[in-house]
């Protein structure tokens, strides 16, 4: 579906353009106590694609991909998703609308075996959502798909393994596992490398290229190596402010780009 994207011309007035945009962001910006940490950002995010948003330390980004989740609102701008407008929407609600978000850290639950982990994302589809702390029968029933989801990260042959032995890769594919059982529209991955050795950062990229196939990815990610191989779109952030956007050949290219990495002591 196409969508009316609002962008403001020389002028000063909104107009539109005609782009296949699953995600909006115009004149996002939030303040914390007179710091503004993100000032009048434009992202579009295209259905179907896999979009980078990367920057220097301080950049903005955590606090521009927390305002895009709803675990922040805006000081001013406009957030809509599928066309609906989600400025002021709580996670819970946006998540059902089909946007979910992965932490930094991976958040599952140690002492579950993986399995377990993945039916407990599956409940969501249930009108009783603690049901599986009552019925095994119930959860039976929900093998199957999570089968299907720890196949489709890899992790068919450790469903009985407790989380907590995972190491930190597998974890991060497990808790990929538990987001895809939410059946997301758009994908928001939060650093999905951090901590992970060479090996992991190389199945885990798999595992995104892969996830990326059905629905669309928006991450947050500081690994050039890994933007530049996954992403179709990438917008650089500086100082809260969007310093440009591109695929990663167009952006590795520009001089506002390379001086704001090398000012910060990015390669």
């Known amino acids: ?64 991909f927390n305002l895009l989740t709803k675990f922040l609102n805006p000081t001013k701008g406009v957030i809509t998703f599928n066309g609906h407008d989600i400025t002021r929407r709580s996670p819970a609600d946006v998540a059902r609308l089909g946007l979910v978000r992965s932490f930094q850290i991976s958040a599952v639950f140690p002492q579950l075996t993986v ?9 969501r589809k249930r009108r009783d959502n603690f049901a599986f702390w009552r019925s ?70 798999d595992l995104i290229k892969r996830s990326a196939r059905n629905r669309t990815v928006l ?8 933007v530049a191989a996954l992403s179709d779109e990438i917008t650089v952030l500086a100082r809260g402010h969007v310093l440009a956007e591109g695929s990663y050949a167009t952006v590795s290219r520009d001089e506002r780009v390379i001086a704001s990495y090398i000012g910060s002591g990015h390669g």
């Open 219 to 226: 991450m947050v990610e500081h690994n050039l190596s890994v």
């Open 1 to 64: 579906m196409f969508a009316q994207a609002p962008l403001k011309s020389g002028r000063g007035r909104w107009e539109t353009v005609e782009v296949d945009a699953i995600l909006l962001a115009r004149g996002l910006s939030k303040s914390f106590r007179g710091i503004q940490a993100v000032d009048g950002v434009n992202l579009t995010v295209r259905r179907g694609t896999i979009h980078a948003l990367i920057g220097p330390n301080g950049a903005g980004k955590t606090t521009c």
């Open 115 to 123: 399995l377990e982990n993945v039916r407990v994302a599956l409940q």
């Open 136 to 205: 095994d029968r119930v959860l039976k029933k929900l093998d199957g798909r999570a089968g299907q989801l720890l196949e489709e990260v890899g992790l068919e042959g450790q469903s009985s393994h407790r989380a907590a032995d995972l190491s930190y890769g597998r974890k991060r594919a497990l808790e990929l596992a538990t987001t895809l059982a939410l059946e997301p529209e758009l994908l928001l991955l939060d650093e999905p490398m951090a901590g992970m050795a060479v090996e992991e950062i190389e199945r885990t990229a």
